[in-house]
């Protein structure tokens, strides 16, 4: 193993640790209340006792057999009961927060080891793939939070049962209980160990084929703990290198990845680790790409395991296909996330795919779209309809058929002439007031729609007179920022904006 391998390895064994270390104390803290209330039912039947000397010895030892037989078990019987089902609870929820944690190590560990060999792919956890992993199969559900917990129960009752049928002290039987409740954690232990671990693979598995379909070259390959406790099929297993989704093989017996045997002999308190090796890594534009969207997450920065791991899952899953770059100076940009990504959720897949080339800076001064370099500023503190716009520029340059376009900016513009444009003050972030010209129209969206970029009025028009519309760069940004924002009062009130939009835009 590597340096980083070792890490992971490191990682989620603290992680088993730490759910043992809760289950052992939830089994002997339901133990020791189980005690609790043996001793607290004594007591009450002494004061009980304390208050009847007057009975006779016939009359008192009566009542003592039915108080110890009767009531006293059969309250006890109900307090075990009401204690193990909590810790039949508390169980749950150990082991289903321990699962889910073990599949988000067991997939950043691949992508923190990947990002050691030279891929730095930052792919979101698919949560549909971790529920299907974390989920335990209705045997291994039967047994942990079932049979192990009527067996549990029961061999507690029993052991009370037979103290006070024997007249046992009280700590004696508290004795039993605690190695009753051993019992039970042992058990438990075991199906959490075997469960975690299988989820962990699974995890690295899948976090592998998430590697392959970005273009990574990468092999699997098996390693073992290679101790005595190692099991003479893992031991030859160890070092074996295969294709993704060629199984491992071993003895007649084939495998993809470790405690995925379906054989209890083979999967229970299994050791061995799923490993990734890279053949090659990515072209050199692709790795460009990669190492720019795990330094805008900060991935690059991470100084260990734990580190990437927290920034890793910190990373929106709505973003993590676009290349992003923080600007010059800006810090936090947690809510300008947030906003771009309410802007993706909605926008049509053809749009989407055509942002994944375009480099969008996050936190400057100033929101716009670069068609030259493919580039999309997006302001510090930009609202949502600010992001519609210069999504809309992208739009207009990359996805719109122009022909058609051009043929709406003619119908709408073929009467304009010198007087229908004005001109309106624009002032520049830094402060500077520039002229803008605007031409007006009735048929437009807004003024702004009808900016056209230009020096003077004269230069608004060629040399046959005619508009200049390929200057008209407002003219599909604000329909699109409609389109996305109103769609039922944008088609109703601009028929045919929308039906631009949405020919261009929507799947036939």
Not at 284 to 293: F, G, H, T
Not at 372 to 380: E, F, V
Request: hydrophobic share 40%.
């Amino acid at each position: 193993m590597n340096k980083r391998q070792l890490e992971v390895e490191k990682a989620k064994l603290s992680a088993e640790g730490q759910v043992l270390a809760r289950l052992r104390r939830d089994y002997r803290q339901a133990a020791k209340r189980v005690s609790e209330q043996i001793h607290l039912k004594s007591r009450e039947i002494d004061i009980l006792l304390k208050d009847i000397d007057e009975l006779d010895e016939v009359q008192l030892s009566i009542l003592q057999s039915k108080i110890y037989q009767k009531h006293f078990q059969e309250s006890l019987k109900q307090q075990i009961d009401n204690i193990i089902a909590e810790l039949n609870n508390k169980n749950y929820e150990s082991i289903n927060r321990y699962l889910k944690n073990s599949y988000e190590l067991g997939y950043t560990g691949t992508m923190y080891d990947l990002a050691g060999q030279g891929i730095p792919l930052v792919m979101p956890i698919n949560q549909l793939a971790m529920v299907k992993a974390v989920q335990l199969s209705p045997k291994v559900s039967k047994r942990l939070y079932g049979e192990y917990v009527h067996q549990l129960s029961k061999h507690i009752r029993n052991e009370v049962s037979r103290g006070i049928a024997t007249a046992d002290s009280y700590a004696n039987i508290a004795r039993n209980i605690s190695n009753a409740s051993k019992i039970g954690f042992n058990k438990s232990m075991r199906i959490a160990r075997t469960e975690g671990h299988r989820v962990q693979c699974t995890a690295a598995f899948d976090a592998q084929h998430k590697a392959m379909a970005a273009g990574a070259d990468i092999m699997k390959q098996w390693d073992a703990t290679l101790d005595g406790r190692t099991r003479p099929l893992h031991r030859e297993l160890d070092g074996q290198i295969k294709e993704l989704d060629e199984p491992f093989d071993v003895g007649g017996i084939q495998v993809m990845y470790p405690s995925a045997f379906g054989l209890a002999s083979q999967d229970i308190n299994c050791r061995c680790a799923l490993l990734q090796r890279a053949r090659w890594a990515l072209d050199d534009d692709e790795l460009e790409r990669l190492k720019a969207r795990a330094e805008y997450f900060g991935l690059d920065k991470a100084k260990d395991f734990e580190a990437f791991r927290k920034a890793y899952l910190d990373v929106p899953d709505g973003l993590v296909d676009f290349l992003f770059k923080k600007a010059p100076g800006a810090r936090n940009v947690v809510n300008e996330q947030i906003t771009i990504l309410k802007a993706i959720e909605n926008t049509p897949a053809k749009v989407v795919d055509a942002m994944k080339s375009t480099t969008i800076v996050v936190g400057g001064g100033g929101s716009a779209y670069d068609k030259k370099r493919d580039i999309m500023y997006i302001a510090a503190g930009a609202t949502l309809d600010e992001v519609y716009h210069e999504i809309g520029h992208l739009v207009d340059a990359k996805v719109m058929n122009q022909e058609k376009v051009t043929a709406l900016k003619k119908a709408i513009f073929k009467d304009v002439n010198s007087s229908d444009i004005i001109p309106e003050t624009k002032h520049r972030t830094n402060g500077d007031a520039v002229d803008v010209l605007l031409v007006k129209s009735d048929k437009l969206i807004s003024e702004y729609q009808g900016r056209i970029y230009v020096h003077k009025k004269e230069d608004a028009f060629d040399g046959n007179g005619d508009l200049r519309i390929d200057r008209m760069l407002e003219f599909i940004s604000e329909p699109y920022r409609e389109y996305m924002e109103a769609p039922e009062s944008f088609k109703s009130k601009y028929p045919a904006f929308y039906e631009l939009m949405k020919e261009a835009l929507e799947d036939e």
